[in-house]
């Protein structure tokens, strides 16, 4: 919404004066429209949970914020003791917060059911109280549309609260299975958004444009139900295209698309991989390699890395399914299973192969993944380098070696399945993969040298990469086709024979700035600090953890030692008498114990 003019709002009765003006801007900075009802909502909605799919949250805050707007604009309903109802109508809509009560009150309602719906899948009971709650949101919203007709209203929010009207009433039909009605509301939704943004600039039209790809996919969903057969190909290209469909479609689309491959499954009895044909008895099975196609064209067709990453996981997670399913089918006692295996041919059953086969598909698509996520850091790395920020680096040579780590590893793991031991052809696929990303890993070893400065390491680990690619080439010779999809060999030859002139060049160049900034008053004689207090020298060592200050334990010094004094004298000297000093002992006897008795002694 745009300011409403001061006239639309009846004050033109108002004293004049500069109190009248400042009012009047405070009027204005206060009955201000709430601005863009889609960005209020998306703002709201990213801010407090949405993010994460976490409605509960969502649905807090708003209750928490009717609860503000109620306290500041006096409009409670009734006290702690007694529910006194209230309606916003137009006659008391004296400021836009009022319009913010409905909008919130919509919101709460809507978040409450997409939060039923969440837990509607393992209680279906739920679904009842998610109707409800949906004709709630519907409520509130024909009320907004209705207050939204005044005079004090701009056409942008009234146009913006009608499309508000038919999406929640489009997803309320939605949810009734009223798909021709669903519809309606949906295009009507539709029509409104593209008009807003067509009509605005181009920063101004991301909002309107994004909730018409949401919308979208519906629309075909409905036209689908109703009987349009060209619809479930679009709504794949859309699936494919945005990665996974989010929202009120999530879930309705999956199973859409397992009916249609389940349906396409009951026509499928084996599969042929590496000049063997193995039946496939298992729907689960039958399903995810049909759509294996599909979601690999998607993974080739799809511009954004996230795109890209969210494809990847999600045929990791089908894969992952799938190998289970046929886990369980291998789970016989082990006499059925010797029975299973052909002794004479020395083959393994057909479902421990195929067992093999899907693990094959799951880790080569492991594999795939890594190196476009290796692929994306490479380009990150290049980008950083010529632009030299001093920013954060968002990546590093050590990433890329995680990740040749984890793609060596599932090469390993490829020639051990099960079935696949005597194929030579196989064997020798895979090493010569290896090969390949074991040259990529040891030249991003070497550039994480090359950061360090250590040059000798890094310019061993270019011969090693040389070595690696030029044993590839050698033996490519009749497994060109194989090596199709991997990484160009002789780009990387190019590129180490250029880093290691770029590499001898650097070491040169340091070394000569190693000598020629040494200075007088840089050159430490070895001399300890306690030892050289009279000359200045800058020692940049003095502030590192080995500072070497004093001789530490200190060394032994002779020191004199205590003096003895011997008395010769002593043998020399005559000592005066001493016996008129020294007290007489008293006489013993009969005669001194009956004085003692009787205290007469002295």
């Known amino acids: 919404m745009e300011k409403v003019p001061v006239s639309k709002w009846n004050l033109c009765n108002e004293p004049t004066g500069d109190s009248f003006i400042l009012r009047i801007y405070r009027l204005q900075s206060r009955f201000k429209a709430p601005g863009k009802l ?135 039909h939605f949810e009734h299975q009223e798909w021709k009605a669903a ?113 690999e064209a998607a993974i080739a067709q799809a511009e954004g890395e996230e795109t890209k990453e969210r494809l990847f996981e999600s045929l990791l997670s089908e894969c992952r399914d799938a190998i289970q399913a046929v886990r369980e089918e291998l789970k016989p006692d082990q006499k059925q299973r010797e029975h299973s295996l052909e002794v004479d041919s020395g083959k393994v059953s057909n479902i421990q192969y195929l067992h093999s086969y899907l693990t094959y598909i799951k880790l080569s698509t492991a594999i795939k993944r890594n190196e476009s996520m290796a692929k994306a850091l490479q380009k990150t790395l290049l980008q950083e380098q010529q632009s030299e920020d001093d920013g954060k680096r968002t990546a590093r040579p050590q990433d890329l070696i995680r990740l040749y780590d984890i793609i060596l590893q599932n090469l390993v793991e490829l020639p051990q399945l099960p079935g696949l031991e005597e194929d030579k052809n196989f064997q020798k696929e895979i090493g010569l993969k290896t090969l390949v990303y074991k040259a990529y890993r040891c030249f991003f070893i070497a550039q994480s040298y090359v950061l360090v400065k250590k040059w000798s390491e890094a310019l061993v680990l270019y011969d090693r990469v040389l070595k690696y690619a030029s044993e590839v080439q050698a033996q490519a010779g009749a497994y060109k086709n194989s090596l199709k999809e991997l990484p160009d060999v002789q780009e990387l030859i190019n590129q180490v024979n250029a880093e290691k002139y770029s590499l001898q060049a650097a070491a040169i160049l340091d070394a000569n700035d190693t000598h020629e900034t040494e200075s007088p008053s840089q050159v430490k004689d070895g001399k300890l600090l306690s030892e050289r207090f009279e000359t200045f020298c800058l020692d940049p060592s003095l502030v590192s953890k080995q500072a070497s200050l004093v001789h530490f334990p200190p060394g032994f010094q002779p020191v004199p030692c205590k003096p003895l004094f011997f008395d010769l004298a002593l043998n020399h000297v005559a000592f005066p008498p001493l016996e008129d000093k020294v007290e007489q002992k008293a006489k013993s006897g009969l005669t001194g114990y009956i004085k003692g008795i009787f205290g007469f002694r002295s």
Request: positive net charge; charged residues 30%; hydrophobic residues 35%.
């Open 38 to 172: 889609l960005q209020i909502i998306k703002e709201s909605q990213q801010q407090h949970g949405l993010r994460h799919g976490d409605f509960q949250r969502y649905r807090g805050y708003c209750s928490r914020r009717l609860r503000r707007l109620r306290k500041t604009l006096s409009f409670k309903m009734g006290n702690r003791h007694k529910f006194t109802g209230k309606k916003v109508t137009e006659e008391i809509l004296s400021d836009n917060r009022y319009l913010l009560l409905i909008l919130m009150d919509a919101e709460r309602a809507w978040s409450y059911a997409m939060q039923l719906k969440q837990e509607a899948n393992t209680e279906p009971r739920k679904r009842f109280h998610l109707l409800s709650r949906l004709r709630k949101a519907v409520k509130h919203a024909e009320e907004l549309e209705r207050l939204c007709e005044s005079n004090r209203v701009d056409a942008k929010t009234k146009l913006e609260a009608q499309a508000y009207m038919a999406y929640l009433t489009g997803m309320l």
């Open 183 to 295: 519809m309606e509301a949906f295009n009507k939704c539709k029509t409104i958004y593209e008009k807003l943004a067509s009509a605005f600039t181009e920063e101004q039209a991301v909002l309107y444009n994004q909730r018409v790809e949401e919308i979208s996919p519906n629309i075909r969903y409905c036209a689908y139900n109703i009987g349009d057969q060209s619809a479930i190909s679009e709504l794949m290209q859309m699936r494919l295209r945005s990665g996974g469909t989010e929202g009120l479609l999530a879930e309705k689309l999956e199973s859409l698309i397992t009916q249609t491959r389940a349906k396409q499954a009951a026509t499928m009895s084996e599969v042929e991989w590496r000049g063997r044909t193995v039946p496939v008895k298992i729907d689960k099975v039958r399903i995810f390699l049909l759509g294996l196609a599909d979601n």
